[in-house]
């Protein structure tokens, strides 16, 4: 069974650009999360989508979205770049609402802002 | 609100040895408790969890104990590989908040052989 799969890996933009994430979640999974991880601030959550709903999100501000499309798939998009946005972002799909908190996560897209 | 808060690392133990890492938390009402590690290069895996007081996880020869009276929830392992070598997160979930997870800052373990 193929894991969560994240693209792309590793990606660079300059201040100002935007940038779109994509995640596949394990099949059959209908939550798929996003979470940030920095050295600084350590793993925050960003947002949750289930059967293509927002059903949470975390205290980031408005540059940072997302949806989630029919298949589950899911993106999440940044806009006007900050250098405090390089970070790896994980996303996590999760199989059914009453197994909260077990997720699976992805290896991540690591993103660095210049 | 919530939070979780674990020992900085990094913990460097010979091959063999004990482990413990300390783990408490803040919370409303009565959260999950997970433990998470991600190994290099790799996503975060979960590797134990507890929904409820007194609840033990165990996997992998690792194992921790819900703890409300002292809101913890230490992860410990006997004797340890070079491959446990990795960065282990604790983390909690409130009821509430599905599958928001409010991660400690993570513990990096260094096992040398």
């Given at each position: ?11 660079i933009?300059t201040r ?96 660095t802002v210049l | ?113």
């Open positions: 069974k193929a894991g969560v799969t994240q693209t792309p890996r590793y990606l933009k100002g650009q935007q940038v779109t994430l994509s995640c596949s979640p394990i099949s059959g999974h209908r939550s798929v999360s996003w979470y940030q991880q920095t050295p600084g601030q350590g793993l925050q959550f960003l947002f949750e989508y289930f059967s293509e709903t927002q059903r949470n999100k975390g205290n980031f501000p408005g540059r940072f979205s997302g949806r989630q499309f029919s298949n589950s798939r899911s993106e999440m998009n940044v806009s006007t770049l900050e250098l405090g946005d390089s970070a790896l972002y994980l996303c996590a799909s999760s199989l059914a609402r009453d197994r909260p908190g077990e997720l699976f996560f992805g290896e991540g897209s690591r993103l | 609100g919530n939070s979780v808060t674990q020992m900085e690392g990094p913990v460097t133990l010979s091959e063999e040895a004990f482990l413990t890492i300390n783990c408490t938390y803040t919370a409303t009402g009565y959260p999950s408790l997970f433990w998470y590690v991600q190994y290099p290069g790799e996503g975060l895996q979960l590797l134990l969890k507890a929904t409820k007081a007194d609840d033990k996880g165990s996997n992998k020869g690792f194992e921790a104990t819900y703890r409300k009276e002292t809101t913890s929830f230490h992860l410990e392992k006997g004797s340890v590989q070079v491959s446990d070598s990795a960065v282990y997160f604790c983390a909690l979930e409130n009821k509430a908040a599905g599958n928001k997870l409010t991660f400690g800052g993570g513990t990096r373990v260094l096992v040398k052989p």
